[in-house]
């Protein structure tokens, strides 16, 4: 059987803009200028959700950098007025969805994710699955896929998935009950590599066969000084979505890293010390775009040539 190749995206916000780059660069260096068409699955979460969606819908990575560059900004625009209404960020969410809604539309206008070009698994959660059965209804994560079969979702919406997956709590409100993947998966990497074994989507490739590539989209340095911590909910609150996001995607990474072996790598760069870009961290699209093109790829792009292109 031949390799089944995944591609694996964090989430992440503005900092999407990094992994463009890092895409950008792979498929700029020769003997691996058709990586994006030998992808089979294409998982991400939030902003890499919707990398995923859009380089499997067929839109350029020139074109996707260029929406993070001249859109975010807009997206991510906040208001004084909203400010206040939010008491700071006490109460609501810090940016509206409709400016990024707009875009999605544009983009995929009714595009269903069963006419995207390639297979894909976005990560998003359902606070509230709505059972008839009290003793049934509960919040639960939800992996929005177009592989065909039982309980696919290939007539769903690409914009409206896209919505899903990006409503990080704080900063987007939910939209229609689904909030970002990243309070579970902010790195997809297993659920992907589950995806591929689910008996209910056959011809399931052998792990010997996988090779997945995982790419992050920026990482800061932090640590929380001192052995032990009496704190509450006001000291944990700060640090703590961080924290979880963080810890999620190295846990799977040292999953996959076990899962794989040889055939697995992952690119996550991490930002020199005392740098932090925030997922809204607009005013720092310079500075990432300087950090990407600067980032020193040749492990990565080693492993493409020696391991991704292999049959």
């Known amino acids: 059987m031949s390799k089944y190749r995944i591609v694996t995206i ?15 660069r792979i498929v700029a260096t020769p003997g691996l200028e058709n990586f994006l068409e030998t992808i089979d699955l294409l998982a991400g979460t939030s902003t890499g959700g919707l990398l995923s969606l859009g380089i499997s819908h067929g839109i350029s990575l020139e074109r996707i950098r260029e929406l993070y560059e001249k859109s975010g900004p807009e997206i991510f625009a906040d208001t004084c007025l909203d400010n206040i209404r939010d008491l700071g960020k006490l109460l609501g969410a810090d940016y509206s969805i409709r400016r990024l809604r707009r875009e999605l539309n544009d983009i995929f206008g009714s595009t269903t994710l069963g006419q995207l070009k390639k297979r894909v698994l976005i990560t998003t959660f359902d606070l509230d699955n709505e059972d008839q059965d009290p003793a049934g209804r509960t919040w639960k994560p939800k992996l929005f896929h177009n592989f065909p079969g039982e309980n696919s979702d290939e007539d769903a919406q690409a914009a409206d998935v896209g919505l899903y997956t990006s409503a990080a709590p704080t900063y987007f ?27 209910r989507y056959r011809p399931n490739p052998p792990l010997r066969n996988i090779l997945l590539f995982s790419l992050g989209t920026g990482t800061s340095l932090q640590y929380i000084k001192g052995k032990s911590l009496d704190w509450g909910y006001l000291q944990w609150i700060k640090p703590l979505i961080d924290l979880i996001f963080d810890g999620t995607a190295g846990i799977a990474d040292y999953q996959c ?8 790598h992952r690119l996550a760069p991490v930002f020199p010390p005392g740098v932090k870009i925030p997922m809204d961290g607009v ?29």
């Not at 409100?173 to 074994?197: F, H, K, M, R």
């Not at 890293?257 to 697995?264: E, N």
């Open 10 to 24: 964090d989430g992440g916000g503005i900092r999407g803009i990094i992994t463009t780059i890092l895409l950008q």
């Open 173 to 199: 409100p939910s939209v229609d009950g689904y909030i970002d993947g990243g309070v579970y998966a902010v790195n997809p990497s297993v659920c992907a590599l589950a995806q591929t074994q689910d008996r």
């Open 257 to 264: 890293r076990q899962f794989l072996g040889p055939d697995y």
């Open 283 to 311: 005013k720092k699209i310079p500075e990432m775009i300087s950090f990407a093109e600067s980032l020193d790829m040749e492990s990565t792009l080693r492993w493409l040539k020696e391991t991704w292109n292999k049959e």
